[in-house]
């Protein structure tokens, strides 16, 4: 987090949504406002944002939110490494989604993995090129206290840990709900305002309903209520040490 004496910096939530949801973005970003929380978009395709997207984008970045690549075409990396190589896999899936975003006056210092699919060789890679990565843990596993220890990344080794895992808040996708039970974050959150770090989040759209992944606003006020209750500023990316 950046030094600025007007709040403390040695502990955070990092808030990120992930994917090309500019519009619902932009409409929560009120949300944020009233919270104080500044979060990061991890956008993908940012060749095909339209113009109006983009200003929204703009208007986001303006506002203190941290804007991060996450790819040109959503690509996998492990696998798409395995299938066409390293270099094909810079020179087609990041290095132009990269420029992209630089075009529009992103400069995008940090990757989210598209559905958080990694592995050393790809983290090597990345971060040639950024400055942090974030990948995910199992979706799965957010309902169970114990992936507090795993999610927390304590202050003193922050400096150090280029690629921060992130657990999912997304309330569901289309039809489907993935249960109201967020244990294992709660627990993250307590642990890191206690000790300081930082825990990462991810979702995807912010909206009551929609046929991809989603994060309802109910929840989203619930989650930033929560860590302003224990003094956890919400912090974009770009703000880390
Ligand atoms: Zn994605």
Redesign the pocket.
Known sequence: MTERPDRPADRALLLTF??RHVRAWAAAAPLFTSYGARVTF?V?EPDRLDRDEVRLLRRLADDGHTIGC?GLR?ERAPEFVAAHGAGAYLDREVVPALDGLRRLGFPARAF?Y??SARDQNTDRLLLTLFERLRGGVPVGRRADPSLAAELHVPARELADRRVLLGCSVDSGRGTLAYGDDLGGVEAALRRTAEHGGVTTLYA?CVADAHEANHVTPARLEKLLAAADGMSLPCVGFDELP
């Open positions: 992930d994917d991890f993908c996450h959503h989210a598209p559905c995807h």
